[in-house]
């Protein structure tokens, strides 16, 4: 038995849409009628369409026709492959206005009745599962949080053309979710054929770039800035968190880049992650001549050279 290849008889993309299908099943059947074509052929073509676009036309057989993939070639030597309607059923309980019993042995072994003991089978299909990427608040995976989000989607039109849609769920964000993370919100995904139920939404977390925070896995890090005196004679201040405002004590000679690791303080978990504050010495501007005497003092009372360890 020889594959047939629906889509190369009526010349047309494995995409078209449903009304490019109907539009040159229109024009091809005209060309090849027997009543009025003179190519010798023309019964054999015209029955050869009739049989395309039997499939074809209907979205569920279409569906199912494209489960055997785009790698058989027309007139290839074809057995169905056991599992290849593996979740289908066929809705219906005959063809559409066309003469089945005209049509060749490749159609009745996928959708002959022979085939199905007798009787036609419908199918229900599970729809497709969607993935997005949604981007939250670094202080929404602290707290835990619902939030209304807007996704974009494409949905075919009555023509089979892709449009750009848009909706908007409510999301609960869990305490404690970290970046790269999925919510997957049951049915939420694509729509199922038949009676079959429609996919889940995997939604991939992404944080927003936040002004003082970036978090690496379940840790996150924030740029302290501290005054030279803080770093060199040691200092208690305040730092802003996720999680609120805490007391830090910096260390008496902290140089510039050093990591003050808050335990447990990072994304919550079972194991939390860590909290690091990265100081960086801000240095006061010499803007005024008050300023500019106190570093010449400064300058005066240390002699102090910053590429000593450069050999200069």
């Given at each position: 038995?020889?594959?047939?290849?629906?889509?190369?008889?009526?010349?047309?993309?494995?995409?078209?849409?449903?009304?490019?299908?109907?539009?040159?099943?229109?024009?091809?059947?005209?060309?090849?009628?027997?009543?009025?074509?003179?190519?010798?052929?023309?019964?054999?073509?015209?029955?050869?369409?009739?049989?395309?676009?039997?499939?074809?036309?209907?979205?569920?057989?279409?569906?199912?026709?494209?489960?055997?993939?785009?790698?058989?070639?027309?007139?290839?030597?074809?057995?169905?492959?056991?599992?290849?309607?593996?979740?289908?059923?066929?809705?219906?309980?005959?063809?559409?206005?066309?003469?089945?019993?005209?049509?060749?042995?490749?159609?009745?072994?996928?959708?002959?009745?022979?085939?199905?003991?007798?009787?036609?089978?419908?199918?229900?299909?599970?729809?497709?599962?969607?993935?997005?990427?949604?981007?939250?608040?670094?202080?929404?995976?602290?707290?835990?949080?619902?939030?209304?989000?807007?996704?974009?989607?494409?949905?075919?039109?009555?023509?089979?053309r892709p449009q750009l849609r848009e909706r908007r769920l409510k999301v609960r964000i869990p305490k404690g979710i970290h970046q790269g993370q999925h919510i997957r919100l049951a049915k939420q995904g694509g729509p199922g054929m038949g009676k079959g139920e429609a996919g889940d939404l995997y939604l991939e977390i992404e944080f927003r770039p936040h002004p003082c925070y970036h978090a690496e896995g379940k840790d996150v890090y924030m740029d302290l800035p501290v005054a030279p005196w803080e770093a060199a004679l040691g200092a208690s201040v305040q730092v802003p968190t996720p999680a609120g405002t805490v007391d830090l004590k910096i260390p008496a000679g902290s140089a510039a880049g050093r990591k003050l690791r808050l335990k447990g303080r990072g994304i919550p978990a079972r194991v939390p992650g860590d909290l690091y504050m990265v100081l960086k010495i801000a240095l006061p501007p010499a803007d005024t001549e008050a300023a500019k005497s106190a570093y010449r003092t400064f300058e005066k009372a240390l002699k102090f050279n910053p590429r000593a360890s450069l050999g200069v």
């Open positions: 038995m020889e594959f047939k290849d629906y889509y190369q008889i009526m010349g047309i993309r494995r995409d078209a849409s449903q009304d490019e299908i109907k539009r040159a099943y229109r024009k091809l059947a005209r060309k090849y009628h027997p009543d009025v074509s003179k190519d010798p052929d023309a019964e054999t073509r015209f029955k050869e369409l009739g049989e395309a676009y039997e499939v074809l036309k209907d979205p569920e057989k279409r569906a199912a026709y494209n489960q055997l993939g785009a790698n058989w070639k027309a007139g290839q030597e074809f057995r169905p492959p056991p599992d290849w309607d593996q979740g289908f059923e066929f809705h219906g309980s005959g063809f559409t206005g066309a003469d089945a019993e005209q049509f060749s042995d490749f159609f009745d072994s996928l959708f002959g009745r022979g085939s199905f003991g007798g009787t036609r089978r419908e199918f229900h299909a599970r729809g497709e599962d969607s993935y997005a990427k949604v981007l939250i608040d670094l202080e929404d995976a602290y707290h835990g949080v619902s939030r209304t989000l807007t996704l974009k989607y494409t949905a075919l039109d009555q023509d089979g």
